[in-house]
């Protein structure tokens, strides 16, 4: 028959418990006659190590009966009194067979004492008391370990999921500017809108492939970014210009992928482009960090926007824990500087 373990730290508490309940509990029982006398020692030991070992297993399927009477852990308190209503009634019938054992063997240095059996009896009670809170302690923890557990997979999942749903957010946002390029372009340059549907369409290649990780290198957002940009240099010329400055090293740091495709599509969106009114954009990589610029000469009519722009950015920096961009205007230049991770 398999004996019911309530607790993997069960033979651990049964080396620190055992030991000092049996010696004091003899003591209680028998007084001084249980320590000077190697006989009266050896069979007072033999016979309770017997009995509260098995009083501890059968408290263990008490314990573990009342905890399917009551599973959820917020009633540790009916369950631990339970518990130690129950396995508190057991011990004590168990030092009183005890005590009768040794009244009907005739235990050298045993008297029969009803005080002393209080006595045990009372000491007892404690030391269940204290191993019912000593199992309630490490019962409460590790519920709190795997709700914590489980709150932290769940949070990481639904950042996870938002995360991907940001990423996934600008594939379609990206595509409806480029199309509505590309529409405008057949009209105007049959020629020219062929070329930007190859460009489109090897710049689209590297959108897909963004979505695969949650961060990429600063050289593979460069290089997208010639590409992109070279589509926005098919439709507006010489009217849109832009300027690099990256730090030696700095390529090798990390960003989330499209961010620089976002805000170069912030700076086309929301400002005039003109020959006699340029918009310039200019990149500057440091140690940790980029910061993105262009001067502003807003549009009179504010550009529907889809709002997945700035604050998809802003919010794939949050869900990764990172520091968050910062941004300013000053009337005159608009600027974002990005945390290079």
């Known amino acids: 028959m398999k004996l019911p373990v309530y607790s993997r730290y069960d033979h651990l508490l049964q080396l620190i418990v055992l030991p000092l309940y049996i010696a004091v509990l003899n003591w209680l029982l028998i007084r001084e ?20 070992f098995f009083n501890w297993y059968i408290n263990n399927g008490i314990a573990l009966k009342v905890n399917q009477m009551h599973p959820d852990p917020r009633q540790y ?20 067979v005890l005590f009768f054992i040794y009244w009907f063997i005739h235990l050298s240095g045993f008297e029969p004492s009803l005080s002393r059996l209080g006595l045990a009896v009372l000491f007892t009670i404690v030391i269940v008391a204290v191993v019912v809170v000593t199992y309630e302690s490490i019962d409460s923890f590790g519920y709190w370990q795997k709700s914590q557990r489980e709150v932290d997979t769940l949070t990481k999942a639904q950042m996870q999921a938002e995360l991907n749903a940001l990423r996934q957010q600008v594939n379609p946002h990206f595509l409806f500017n480029s199309l509505n390029s590309l529409i405008t372009l057949i009209g105007e340059n049959p020629k020219l809108a062929e070329t ?4 489109l369409s090897s710049v689209y290649r590297y959108l897909l492939r963004s979505n695969d990780s949650p961060l990429t290198p600063l050289a593979n ?21 832009l300027v690099t400055t990256i730090y030696p090293g ?41 910061i993105v610029s262009n001067n502003l000469q807003r549009k009179a009519s504010r550009t529907l926007s889809t709002g997945v722009g700035l604050s998809n950015i802003l919010s794939k920096y949050q869900m990764m824990g990172q520091s968050v961009p910062v941004i300013e205007d000053d009337g005159r230049e608009f600027r974002v500087t990005l945390p290079l991770v």
Do not use: M
């Open 33 to 52: 006659a249980y320590w000077e006398s190697w006989t009266t020692f050896g069979i007072a030991t033999g016979i309770t190590l017997i009995d509260a």
């Open 250 to 290: 700095s390529e090798t740091k990390q960003l989330p992928p499209l961010t620089l495709q976002l805000l170069i599509e912030n700076a086309v969106k929301h400002n005039i482009i003109l020959p006699d009114q340029p918009l310039t954009i200019k990149l500057s990589a440091t140690e940790n960090q980029l």
């Open 77 to 96: 308190v009916v369950r631990a009194f339970r518990r130690f209503a129950a396995t508190g009634i057991s011990s004590s019938l168990h030092v009183i």
């Open 221 to 241: 957002e460069l290089e997208f970014l010639q590409s992109y940009y070279h589509l926005l240099k098919t439709r507006h010329g010489e009217a849109l210009s």
């Open 196 to 199: 930007f549907a190859e460009e």
